[in-house]
């Protein structure tokens, strides 16, 4: 039976015995053939043809449309089977449909099959509670065959070096994103009851959210909060020179010596960052040595102070983070091993705080990669030191003193360091602080794919790793760490 009806109620499985429309607007391939796939009726529409007849002996009729639709409103409970949501991958397209129980009880269609799970609708799911959704028997083949091939990746990422969450290329993306787009800052840095120059982000979650907006005051109270409870909080990295601004303006000068001392370590953070993406600047680095001065003399005067500012936001796992620490560390640690000497504190400060320059050298993807990296890779990230000395050498306000944290930070006394395998009395007293401090750091600092070791746990890694380290000043860590946290 032949039946004219519009070219927007095509199906798949219809079949076209004529198309009505002039021979100038449809080509003559458009008559006497099956509906195939979705694209067929918007090709027709392109061609702005607006009816069509269907031949119902040769394939299906409206009537049978209509019951097609209305079985797949009767899904139910017993001819569909559950699926945890998060066996599928964000943004890639999805072969099955999803159902969930609606306030009714019936099962809702809440993902048509083929269409890509974004990560705004999983936010969607997840706010009405959708952890498992249901998917028709008929369907499983499709199933199994979309998931075989994601387990396949993931073995094949799982030898890259990812793991977790991170098997998800998706979720590397995401990550890369929110490096890119934010930096974290110390509460301790925010005045109560001053009008804010930007926005503030908590990350509790993967996403960050608003927690105040620009305008907004900080209140006394949340600030606390988000000290007691270690709350990771950030900015827009385009806001950064705001809040510089707003640290001149409002920390600087603070009575609390805690929130200047929180100043002058958010000061160096800011002109590390700035001195990776452009490490030839002489501007910068002279900006650097006195940012150093300040921090050395303030971790002369109250070394303590310093270490409880490192012990905030300890997820805060940046290469300009690492390299305010290390400076800290090694200036406070030089201090307990008696070096009073200014000279060689500010050499040993800023030779720590630019130990890691060669990594504005070296690929973004190895520098942040959530994950553990390969031979390959790790080949590559070595040549960090090499390059750091080298851009380091070019600095003519820069000495050679100045460049021993930088060229030994990844030297070992056993001689199994890199990149020159030096050994014993090779390695300078500079070499075995950084190199010490530099992993210490590491370890106790959370990262996006593993969580950070308690400073207990980490120094008992050190001690087993004795022909590595120097264990006089292992020791001295050890008693200066003790007397801190006292």
């Known amino acids: 039976m032949i039946k004219k009806i519009k070219t927007g109620d095509l199906k798949v499985g219809m079949y076209v015995n004529k198309v009505h429309s002039s021979w100038l607007s449809a080509p003559m391939s458009m008559s006497n053939f099956m509906v195939k796939s979705e694209q067929t009726r918007k090709n027709l529409l392109d061609y702005d043809i607006r009816f069509v007849s269907i031949d119902t002996i040769k394939g ?52 048509k099959k083929e269409l890509p799970l974004r990560d705004d609708v999983v ?41 977790g969450k991170f098997v998800d290329p998706e979720k590397v993306r995401q990550e890369f994103d929110f490096i890119a787009d934010y930096y974290a800052i110390n509460a301790l840095s925010l005045v109560p009851d001053v009008k804010l120059t930007f926005d503030i982000y908590e990350r509790s979650k993967e996403a960050p959210e608003i ?22 909080i950030l900015i827009k990295k385009d806001h950064k020179e705001a809040y510089q601004t707003y640290l001149i303006d409002h920390t ?18 800011l002109l590390v960052e700035n001195l990776i993406k452009n490490p030839r600047s002489g501007k910068l680095m002279a900006e650097t040595k006195n940012a150093v001065s300040d921090l050395t003399q303030s971790v002369i005067d109250n070394p303590a102070t310093f ?22 560390m090694s200036l406070a640690l030089a201090l307990a091993l008696g070096m009073n000497d200014k000279k060689d504190l500010s050499d040993l400060g800023l030779g720590s705080i630019v130990h890691d320059l060669g990594k504005s050298k070296v690929d973004n993807s190895l520098i942040n990669k ?13 040549d960090h030191v090499t390059l750091g000395v080298e851009l380091l050498q070019e600095n003519k306000a820069i000495t050679e003193r100045m460049i021993i944290p930088a060229a030994q930070h990844h030297e070992k006394l056993s001689g199994r360091g890199y990149p020159n ?43 087993k790793g004795q022909d590595d380290y120097d264990m006089g000043i292992l020791q001295t860590l050890v008693k200066m760490l003790k007397e801190q946290e006292t």
């Open 211 to 232: 927690a105040l907006r620009k305008e907004d005051r900080t209140g006394g109270e949340l600030i606390d909060g988000w000290l007691k409870d270690d709350i990771n």
């Open 60 to 111: 299906r009729d409206v009537r049978e449309v209509k019951e097609a639709v209305n079985e797949e409103i009767k899904m139910s409970m017993d001819n569909t089977f559950a699926a945890p949501l998060d066996e599928f991958r964000i943004n890639r397209p999805v072969p099955v449909d999803f159902y969930f129980p609606g306030s009714k009880g019936a099962l809702e269609h809440i993902l």
């Open 123 to 163: 936010e969607l799911f997840g706010e009405r509670g959708i952890g498992t959704v249901r998917i028709p028997q008929d369907q499983k083949g499709a199933y199994d065959r979309y998931r075989l091939e994601i387990e396949n990746e993931d073995e094949q990422r799982k030898k890259q070096g990812f793991d």
């Open 421 to 463: 395998g030096l050994a014993g009395d090779q390695m300078h007293l500079f070499g075995r602080i950084s190199s010490l401090i530099d992993i210490y750091d590491a370890l106790t600092t959370e990262r996006s794919y593993k969580k950070a070791f308690m400073p207990f746990d980490a120094l008992a890694i050190l001690f």
């Open 307 to 328: 270490y409880s500012m490192m012990r905030i936001n300890n997820h805060d796992y940046y290469t300009y983070t690492h390299s305010v620490n290390v400076s800290t």
């Open 370 to 382: 959530p994950g553990k990296l390969t031979d390959k890779e790790f080949v590559k990230m070595k």
């Open 252 to 269: 600087r000068n603070a009575k609390d010596e805690r929130v200047k001392a929180s100043f002058i370590r958010e000061n160096a953070k």
